[in-house]
């Protein structure tokens, strides 16, 4: 029988879930920033190279725990990724939000 560490996995999915929303809120903001600049380039590089090399260090960090928080730190940042899009997301024509 498989046995899971419940507070490693809650760590995992405690860090994932933050760093998702850490890596997209930067996401928002660097692209607020790059439409209302001339040179947008200048704004998306730094942002993205940051928020990939923050998520690494992150990923890093919780894999050394173990590969059940890990396996959280995944999950979580998927899932939050999900809500977000499907969230933020602009409606489609003729559709309306009850």
């Known amino acids: 029988m498989i046995t899971i560490d419940w507070p490693l996995l809650a760590i995992g999915l405690g ?14 903001l660097g692209m607020r920033l790059a439409l209302r600049t001339a040179h947008p380039l200048a704004v998306l ?5 940051l ?8 990923g890093w960090w919780v894999a050394t725990l173990g590969a059940v928080a890990l396996l959280g730190f995944a ?13 933020l997301r602009p409606a489609q024509e003729g559709e309306a939000w009850n």
Do not use: Y
Not at 51 to 58: D, K, M, T
Not at 77 to 87: D, E, K, N, P, W
């Open 51 to 58: 928020r990939i090399a923050l998520l690494l260090a992150a």
């Open 75 to 87: 999950l979580a940042f998927f899932v939050v990724r999900l809500v977000l899009v499907a969230v």
């Open 45 to 49: 590089l730094p942002s993205a190279a």
């Open 15 to 28: 860090a994932g879930a933050v760093a998702a929303a850490l890596f997209f809120a930067g996401l928002g």
